[in-house]
């Protein structure tokens, strides 16, 4: 049994499948039903046990995070009676760095959100930490935190802005409205909306072709663009030409190239 497997073999709350629906692609669900797949501290456990695992698992290069589809929901949110009993040290001390999101954010393989249906609060800021998002077209989006006295906490306020401008996030942050997934394409919150014909499809096909492309230039780009919204325009375009001059030392940008004169599919090593 692989590092991987074993890892996953362990959680009871977060499933794990890598290869099924296309070589090198994992999907990790969440699935508490019961809660609407609610981010519990188990949750969030299993979920960084696994994400640690999916980091140095070489039969892996791209992550698709979704829940359960019996749950009808993406995830719901945090779990409120958990955040209910909790002191202000004791959050302090759960919202220590690095959190759920960060290690998704973080993660140096692309993760594709399977929004499958509703995506609230927490749930929503998970969904924005991952690369892509592709939304079932009967989700719903949004920060409810307002209704219940407080703000997110998981990043929202700030990649929430990033993603949606100003204005759009003042408005879901400051009123808890829930937005379609339809809206949520127009403001940028999600990248593509699908129904039941090209859902999956189209979140496996993405995968799929991600998959198919080099392990270290996949790390790479992902690091490049990320750094597009963290750094300044001249800071990051040294940035990514230090990394585009990097790739010229790995057997991969050769293999690539190679195959391209070649006019054969390349053989990539991560390396």
């Known amino acids: 049994m692989s590092d991987l497997e074993s890892v996953a073999a362990d959680c009871s709350l977060v499933h794990l499948d890598v290869g099924s629906e296309h070589e090198y692609v994992a999907t990790v669900t969440i699935d508490r039903p019961d809660a609407r797949n609610a981010l519990n501290s188990q949750v969030r456990t299993e979920l960084k046990r696994i994400f640690a695992a999916l980091e140095d698992a070489a039969e892996v290069r791209v992550v698709v995070l979704t829940g359960a589809d019996e749950a009808k929901a993406f995830v719901a949110g945090a779990d409120v009676g958990e955040l209910r009993e909790r002191t202000t040290l004791e959050q302090r001390t759960v919202s220590r760095r690095p959190r759920i999101y960060e290690v998704v ?64 996030a003042m408005r879901l942050i400051l009123s808890g409205e829930l937005i379609s997934a339809t809206e949520a394409q127009d403001i940028g919150l999600v990248d593509e909306v699908y129904g039941d014909d090209g ?12 998959a198919d492309k080099s392990p270290v230039a996949l790390e790479f780009a992902k690091d490049a663009v990320k750094a597009a919204s963290r750094m300044e325009l001249e800071q990051g375009i040294e940035y990514e030409a230090e990394l585009f001059t990097q790739l010229f030392a790995t057997e991969d940008k050769q293999e690539g190239m190679d195959a391209f004169f070649e006019k054969r599919d390349p053989e990539w090593t991560g390396k």
């Open 105 to 168: 954010d973080d993660l140096p393989k692309p993760v594709i959100a399977r929004i499958n249906g509703h995506a609230l609060g927490g749930g929503c800021e998970l969904a924005q930490a991952c690369d892509v998002r592709i939304a079932y077209e009967k989700a719903k989006l949004g920060q409810p935190e307002i209704n219940l006295g407080i703000i997110p906490g998981g990043g929202g306020t700030q990649r929430l802005t990033r993603l949606v401008g100003e204005g759009h």
């Open 199 to 210: 859902f999956d499809e189209r979140v496996y096909d993405l995968a799929g072709k991600m």
